[in-house]
């Protein structure tokens, strides 16, 4: 008799258990994790060197790893805060993997790391199935991607726990509309919270790093709809996330293949960077 496997499921539930064991690692190291999610362009460096100096200005203990297809440039932008950097390149990967990222934090992480910001690969699509053992998942948008950006992209939506909107110092040029945005959050993420953020003036800053502590801290995180009505098992940190993930294309989506090769595998040695100081570590993952 053959058995039918449904190769999609079994990536992402293994992703999953991968995620849980992570998670329960870091929590009891008391490390929070952060994931930033986004489409490319958003802003979201340039948010997150603002919001890594603001936590070592407060004497928070904060790293961050960041991963791109290619270049080690948003690395060399956010350790200019001063902060513990790791730039991950996947070489053509969509999005990072709870098993990668345990790999690329073994040997690296500080002991004393309170608080870990994961910049996600620049894509509102694949990276929404994948838990990576967060605390907290954030979806970004900027002002200059529409008001839509949440029906058109569902899933990464409406898993958010946190909802930021960049680049709001140039909203009125082109013509966001703030409360069709939020009504369209609300509709795909009813409770959410939504942030208003601007690298350029510093508005909300610091918004985002009360919210990481604060779920670091035990403070309650919301539960998006979607992953209650999916019935997504409650991990360690309270986020739900579970492997019956449906894509925007209308469809399961597993991308095709398994990813049991081992994205995590580091085939390159620590590289410096000379543009500025700490210089950021950058490894590959193939």
Known sequence: MCRVVDLQQAVLARNDTQAQALRAELSARGVTVVNLLSSPGSGKTALLEAELLLARQRGVAVAALTADLATENDAVRLAR???PVKQVLTDGLCHLEARMLSRH??????EDTRLLFVENVGNLVCPASYDLGESLRVVLASVTEGEDKPLKYPTAFGL?????????DIAGAVEFDEDAFREHVQRVNPGVEVLLT???TGEG??????RA???GSGAGVHVPVM????GDHATVAG?????GHVHEHGHEHGHGHDHGHDHGHDHGHDAELSAAPPYPVVEQSR
């Open 105 to 110: 934090l073994e040997g690296w992480l500080p």
């Open 239 to 243: 986020h739900p996330h579970g492997h």
């Open 213 to 215: 502590l604060a779920a």
């Open 160 to 168: 958010a726990q946190l909802v930021v909107v960049t680049k709001t």
């Open 205 to 210: 800053a610091g918004l985002l790093l009360e």
């Open 227 to 230: 992953a209650r009505a999916r």
């Open 81 to 83: 805060s001063g902060a």
């Open 198 to 200: 601007s690298a350029r």
